[in-house]
């Protein structure tokens, strides 16, 4: 008997597509299952004005393969120059669906982004008082502070601050990776949800080093002790509207990767949906599997959910993902989970 569920079509609350021979290559792989991303502003340089916001989204939709049907949502990145009333009216012409803070020097091409967050105190407060959301890169970069340390931290320094000063500020954390995120979140009130990754869901921090390194497991934040990704499973396979899936596909030529300082960031695009077919129904959640991709996303955000559809349906044999997805920028290696996946998405 086949197996298949279908869902109204998900959205992928968090992505990254950069921008030139990369965005033209990978960003079929989004549009063939997603809907609509919230697209990250990172850059070089940043995506930090209304009109830089305005000429990406027009290279992006360049790039969608002609008939698809596939949105993408626009943000800004903060720093500490970021005029209020450019974000404000960005926001108000409903060009961006959210602005980004990277703490300076977090991740990737970060170092445009906060050092000093009272510096920003004013441009929250405006984005409190419009209604815009705020995505949080969530880890500090305090050198004294263990990089598995950082997420938790991040929390009681940083975030529960600002969210003290600016009850009304809507806010996602992005990328959870611990049970500190799950719980904070969870118990955190209607203002604050949480994107998963997908990876986060099947990795931990064994998976990158045991066994000899593995690059294309590197990512930020970067992936925690097994407990933790038990809590994400639990958060993400419970149904809870604060959860939605946010991939954080982040693609980097494998030159970037296999290096001896290799890049942070896993592609996902390409079979995301198969794997989180997979991981729900070894949790016994499949019911729960459109809340996560294709429910809660949207009603944090204040926005319908998707009238299309996908169908996920269940395999005799293991689906052949593809390893790499040639791009214009090289090669780019396709996230492999390290267990067969017997689920297809269309
Ligand atoms: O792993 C990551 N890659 N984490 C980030 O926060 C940024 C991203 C990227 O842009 O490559
Ligand atoms: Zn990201």
Not at 288 to 314: D, Q
Request: glycine fraction near 8%; include cysteine.
């Amino acid at each position: 008997m086949t197996q298949s569920i279908t869902i109204r079509r998900p959205d992928d609350w968090h992505l990254h597509l950069r921008d030139g021979a990369m965005l033209a290559g990978i960003a079929p792989e989004t549009a063939r299952h997603f809907a609509r991303a919230i697209i990250m502003p990172n850059l070089v340089p940043p995506v930090v004005t209304g009109s830089d916001a305005a000429a990406y989204r027009e290279r992006i939709l360049a790039a969608i393969p002609e008939g698809a049907d596939f949105t993408p949502l626009m943000t800004l990145y903060l720093t500490e120059d970021t005029d209020a009333d450019d974000l404000a009216a960005a926001h108000t012409s409903g060009l961006i669906k959210a602005v980004k803070l990277y703490p300076a020097g977090a991740t990737t091409n970060s170092h445009s982004g906060v050092t000093n967050f009272d510096k920003v105190r004013p441009v929250l407060e405006k984005m409190a008082e419009i209604g815009c959301p705020l995505c949080v890169h969530g880890e500090v970069t305090d050198p004294a502070v263990d990089i598995f340390d950082r997420e938790a931290v991040f929390i009681d320094r940083v975030l529960d601050p600002i969210r003290k000063a600016t009850p009304d500020l809507r806010v996602i954390m992005e990328h959870i990776t611990t049970k500190n995120g799950a719980d904070y979140v969870r118990e955190g009130g209607d203002n604050i949800g949480a994107t998963i990754t997908t990876h986060h869901l099947i990795i931990n921090r064994n998976h990158i080093l045991v066994g000899g390194i593995k690059p294309h497991y590197y990512c930020l934040p970067v992936a925690k002790r097994e407990e933790h990704r038990l809590a994400l499973r639990q958060a993400a396979t419970s149904g809870d509207a604060s959860f939605f899936l946010g991939t954080d596909s982040a693609p980097h030529a494998d030159a970037a990767k296999e290096s001896a300082c290799g890049c942070a960031g896993c592609f996902t695009a390409t079979n995301t949906m198969s794997l989180l077919a997979h991981v729900f129904e070894e949790d016994g959640a499949l019911d729960k599997l459109e809340a996560f991709a294709s429910l809660n996303g949207p009603k944090f955000y204040g926005l319908p959910a998707n009238e299309s559809t996908l169908t996920l349906t269940k395999t005799d044999a293991p689906v052949d993902f593809p390893n790499k997805i040639e791009t214009g920028a090289g090669p780019v290696t396709v996230f492999d989970p390290g267990f067969p996946v017997f689920w297809t998405a269309d």
